[in-house]
């Protein structure tokens, strides 16, 4: 004789019997604690499983947030989804006490270079990226950045040997604290403004969104 597994009740993301000032204020609860479990950003699709089919999670994060001012952590929204951080100006007291913050993974300035490369040209290949630069970047480099998750393999390039295209990773917008490509500052923008050009990235400036992020990144998870 086979044995059914019992089915698990199911779960009551509706909770219609609840009157709905009780029903918003577990609905909160139960956003706020699956992001806070959650190593990674938790996306819309995930929090959409414990609320209610009419439940606005934007108004829920809202709420989450207000009640969060003060605190020394907040919800951010980051690489797609929201996160627990732990606010910039708390990164000193951190580090005092712990030691965390001296990162392993800080980029050289030549990294931060040819990653914000990645980032505004993706899908590039290394050919390209040694274009750019008038100068081979080495695999060792591609390596390490890849190593850090901050970038990943592309689809191949229709060149000659289809070579590989490398792109920006979800880590890359988390560790930077983007929550898509398109926050990253707009390149004509920039050029424009003077602050961005071949010319200023062959001799070494690094954008500021880039450099503090590589040089001090003060966001805990």
């Not at 577990?26 to 995930?46: H, L, N, T, Y």
């Not at 499983?49 to 919800?75: A, T």
């Not at 390490?144 to 040997?161: D, K």
């Not at 602050?195 to 969104?209: V, Y």
């Amino acid at each position: 004789m086979v044995r059914r597994a019992r089915s698990p009740e199911a779960f009551d993301a509706e909770l219609a019997d609840l009157p709905a000032e009780l029903r918003w204020r577990e609905w909160m609860g139960r956003v706020e604690a699956v992001i806070f479990a959650s190593p990674e950003p938790v996306g819309r699709d995930v929090l959409a499983r414990v609320v209610g089919r009419d439940c606005n999670l934007d108004v829920i994060i809202d709420d989450i947030r207000d009640e969060l001012r003060g605190r020394p952590y907040e919800l951010v929204a980051v690489a797609g989804g929201w996160q627990h951080r732990t606010k910039k100006g708390f990164g000193d007291a951190i580090r005092a006490a712990t030691g965390l913050g001296a990162r392993g993974s800080a980029l050289s300035q030549s990294e931060a270079l040819v990653l914000m490369c990645i980032a505004y040209f993706q899908p590039i290949t290394r050919g390209e990226l040694g274009q750019f630069f008038g100068k081979e970047i080495s695999r060792d480099m591609i390596g390490h950045l890849r190593a850090l998750g901050f970038i990943a393999a592309g689809p191949r390039s229709p060149q000659l040997g289809a070579p590989y295209t490398y792109v920006t990773t979800k880590e890359f917008l988390s560790h930077f604290g983007f929550d898509m490509l398109r926050d990253l500052p707009d390149m004509e923008a920039l050029e424009d403004a003077g602050l961005l050009s071949k010319e200023k990235l062959l001799a070494g400036d690094i954008p500021p969104t880039i450099e503090t992020a590589a040089a001090d990144d003060d966001e805990f998870n």
